[in-house]
């Protein structure tokens, strides 16, 4: 169900929400916590709820996304499209499009949308701003989700999000190497228990998961880490052997290498935005060890 209610109110809006819970029966008590997605544009508005609907599976929620559609427009209004059961997973979605004036008051039209005594989430899937923490939407969540990924440059985002990083914040570029560290440590949890002398994290330049795996290694080992440009690949060297992890850039399979040993063929898919999504709802205290990697990004060389 997609109810259209152009040139309106937040009043009205709540009204509609409340006559057809009533109709339906339906409540809200089952909802988790309500995810706000905030967006410059429509460009991703379509792929970020529906990422939204498929965490929602797992995490039940309001989902309210706002859209600065035009900030520039000489009168300040409302629309908003109210989407619920099919067209809305395991969810209640509100799209807000706010022109004007209005536009730089998203969080006061937000406010009325909150579902009481339940946390709040921020979600920027494109551009976010240098300090969510601070932000007037981000000041409402207990968690901060940005995605380094959509940006314009996705490596200065990735860096930049260390000097407005606050206790609560993380990025998406964090959960897409969960796996990658995860066999990472895995491997190294093996004979011989040696300390890695040095590291190279090497693939596209515009991928920040990379750089953000790098800033995790720099943090962790006292040698040197490299980020370059070319195939996909981690290797960490110690004084006996190298480990490398490795997979096609489009490719699902990843190899786990060790000097003097067989490779092994591991699954490792690119993950994508609703399961990383799902990962980060899954927790809403400070992730201090994303806060370690983002301060290892300044010791990171690249090449």
Not at 194 to 209: K, N, Q
Request: net charge negative; hydrophobic share 45%; aromatic share 4%.
């Amino acid at each position: 169900m997609i109810i259209e209610l152009p040139n309106t109110t937040t009043t009205a809006i709540n009204k509609k929400l409340n006559a057809i819970r009533e109709q339906v029966g339906a409540a809200t008590t089952g909802r988790v916590l309500t995810l706000i997605i905030a967006l410059e544009t429509d460009a991703l508005l379509d792929e970020s709820i529906a990422a939204a609907n498929i965490a929602s599976q797992e995490h039940p929620s309001r989902v309210i996304a706002v859209v600065s559609s035009d900030p520039d427009a000489g009168e300040s209004r409302l629309d908003a499209e109210v989407r619920m059961f099919g067209d809305a997973g395991a969810s209640e979605v509100v799209v807000l499009r706010l022109y004007g004036p209005l536009a730089g008051h998203a969080d006061a039209v937000v406010v009325p949308f909150l579902l009481p005594d339940i946390p709040v989430v921020a979600w920027w899937p494109d551009v976010a701003p240098v300090a969510p923490a601070t932000d007037p939407l981000g000041a409402l969540a207990l968690r901060r989700i940005t995605d380094a990924t959509n940006a314009p440059d996705p490596r200065a985002a990735i860096n930049s999000r260390r000097d407005g990083y606050t206790a609560g914040d993380t990025d998406l570029s964090w959960s897409r190497i969960t796996y990658w560290r995860a066999l990472l440590a895995s491997a190294l949890d093996q004979p011989p228990f040696e300390p890695i002398r040095s590291a190279v994290v090497s693939g596209l330049a515009t991928e920040p998961a990379l750089d953000i795996l790098a800033g995790w290694l720099a943090s962790r080992i006292d040698g040197p880490v490299r980020r370059a440009v070319g195939e996909l690949k981690i290797e960490l060297t110690r004084d006996s052997e190298t480990v490398a992890l490795s997979r096609p850039q489009d490719g699902v399979t990843a190899t786990l290498s060790r000097t003097g040993r067989p490779a092994a063929l591991v699954p490792l898919p690119r993950r994508v935005t609703a399961e990383c999504l799902a990962e980060d709802l899954r927790r809403l205290d400070a992730d201090v060890i994303y806060g370690a990697a983002l301060t290892g990004l300044e010791e990171v060389e690249y090449l």
